[in-house]
Nanobody
Framework: QVQLVASGGGLVQTGGSLRLSCAAS????????MGWYRQVPGQQRELVAL???????TYGDSVKGRFTISRDNAKNTVYLQMNSLKPEDTAVYLC????????????????WGEGTQVTVSS
């Protein structure tokens, strides 16, 4: 079993900052890509940021220049530093990890965390 536990969400004013964390635990042989999406009720899930095991990053257009994704491979943890937050950033933020659960099985399985609410007040 693999668990992804996210934390760090909350309520912040426009222009403020938050830092999200998401740690993978359980039966984890190797963690490949990690990242974040966000979901607003009634809308499609939106890419926020992705990071490879080597540190290459991809950002959604709406967060470029304001959000920074990073990871600690030793802790199987991904972080999302969110600055200059706007009301339109309000969403449930979902972390993901592409994991190889056991040695000898080359398949990567994508796991999702339960999500953490971020609310930005105007």
């Amino acid at each position: 079993q693999v668990q992804l536990v996210a934390s760090g969400g909350g309520l912040v004013q426009t222009g403020g900052s938050l830092r999200l964390s998401c740690a993978a635990s359980g039966t984890v042989f190797m963690v490949s890509g990690m990242g974040w999406y966000r979901q607003v009720p009634g809308q499609q899930r939106e890419l926020v940021a992705l990071i490879t095991s080597g540190g290459s990053t991809t950002y959604g257009d709406s967060v470029k220049g304001r959000f920074t994704i990073s990871r600690d491979n030793a802790k199987n943890t991904v972080y999302l530093q969110m600055n200059s937050l706007k009301p339109e950033d309000t969403a449930v933020y979902l972390c993901l990890a592409d994991i190889r659960p056991v040695l000898g099985d080359p398949r990567l399985v994508r796991y999702w965390g339960e999500g953490t609410q971020v609310t930005v007040s105007s």
